[in-house]
């Protein structure tokens, strides 16, 4: 019982510091500079999940035949629930830092929930060093450096490229793939769109706030998943997460 309040407080507290920060950011964004986040094609959209780790999803795309992979799944796993709670489908749980991996242990979840204690690399599968966070009261790691991770306090973990994953899980099809890897995103989206596996809707948080925000790093990743056929159906207030659906599908 007190494992559980605890969780509770925890998550009702990342929801209103996620909330307050997305607000903050709102309303200091330059349209110019998220231009390239924006809509690009209209279709049904719904939130799933919290502030701190939800996402805009087609629900109408998804059913209890659909495969979706959560890759970077931190504490929060407010967005699989309600994938699980209104589709009954499959859910491919992925992280390799240790808070998320005790996190795991300690949920009650269903056999559709399948959790594989690693992350995804962009260059080879193996070890690789994980840089934790600064804030000690965070959860999530990166393997690139940036103002949010201590570099002086690293550990290895496992890595595996996107093609060795859905290989060692057999998919050639992904209806829904969730990504959220603490800046990472932009080299692994590009091995992503050179994978044969299909993929009806990716739904990306972008940390642009990490680097240049002169020159925001979506802006070119964003052009080759429009080049592969991806279009942009649904962003949330902060232009952090952004939901890209394959124009085969619509």
């Not at 992979?69 to 240790?98: E, R, V, W």
């Amino acid at each position: 019982m007190i494992q559980k309040l605890r969780a509770f407080v925890n998550s009702t507290r990342l929801n209103y510091l996620s909330s307050k920060r997305k607000n903050e950011l709102a309303s200091s964004i330059d349209p110019k500079k998220v231009a390239h986040l924006n809509k690009t094609v209209a279709c049904d959209h719904q939130w799933y999940g919290n502030s701190y780790g939800g996402f805009f999803i087609n629900p109408s795309l998804v059913n209890s035949d659909s495969i979706v992979y959560s890759i970077g799944i931190g504490k929060d796993i407010s967005f699989d629930k309600m994938c699980l709670k209104n589709h009954n489908c499959q859910i491919f749980a992925f992280d390799p830092t240790p808070k998320s991996i005790h996190f795991i242990q300690e949920q009650n979840l269903p056999v559709s929930f399948k959790f594989f204690p690693f992350g995804i690399s962009d260059s080879k599968s193996g070890t690789f060093q994980f840089y934790l966070p600064t804030n000690p009261r965070a959860v999530s790691g990166s393997l690139v450096e940036s103002e949010v991770v201590d570099t002086n306090n690293a550990i290895d973990v496992e890595m595996k490229t996107f093609d060795d994953m859905v290989a060692q899980l057999g998919h050639k099809h992904i209806d829904v793939l969730k990504m959220d890897i603490e800046g990472s995103e932009y080299a692994v989206l590009e091995k992503i769109l050179e994978s044969d596996v299909t993929i009806d809707q990716m739904l990306i948080e972008f940390h642009d706030r990490l680097y240049d925000e002169e020159n925001y790093k979506s802006k070119d990743i964003v052009a080759k998943m429009k080049a592969k056929g991806y279009e942009i159906f649904a962003f949330s207030s902060s232009y952090e997460e952004i939901s890209f659906i394959h124009k085969s599908k619509l």
